[in-house]
């Protein structure tokens, strides 16, 4: 059994920063495509990034696109998500997730893992 444990959120300003990490156990951590999503109140979950097993393929939201950065660590079965430059519409509670099968990877009903989800709200 895979387990997700996100930590890192908060309050910050718009323009400021704030990083993101999700370890990962239970299993071999480069053995899943690690995604990050989000939902703010009263919309859908949404796609954020994601960094394919190679842990060298990442892609990312049009919105988000040059101000988050998804990287993994390994050795430490974690990965962060570096977001900067941020804004109010950012403010959602973020999850992590992982899943084993290849090809779609911005859908969350393709994920079979989720964490519990961490709160970021950015102030204006």
């Known amino acids: 059994q895979v387990q997700l444990v996100e930590s890192g959120g908060g309050l910050v300003q718009a323009g400021e920063s704030l990083r993101l990490s999700c370890a990962v156990s239970g299993k071999t951590f480069s053995e899943y495509t690690m995604g990050w999503f989000r939902q703010a109140p009263g919309k859908e979950r949404e796609f954020v990034a994601v960094?394919?097993?190679?842990?060298?393929?990442?892609y990312y939201a049009d919105s988000v696109k040059g101000r988050f950065t998804i990287s993994g660590d390994n050795a430490k079965n974690t990965v962060y998500l570096q977001m900067n430059k941020m804004k109010p519409e950012d403010t959602a509670v973020y999850y992590c997730?992982?899943?084993?099968?290849?090809?779609?990877?911005?859908?969350?009903?393709?994920?079979?893992?989720w964490g519990q989800g961490t709160q970021v709200t950015v102030s204006s």
């Open positions: 960094m394919l097993r190679s842990r060298i393929s990442t």
């Open positions: 997730a992982a899943k084993t099968s290849y090809g779609t990877y911005d859908q969350s009903s393709r994920y079979g893992y």
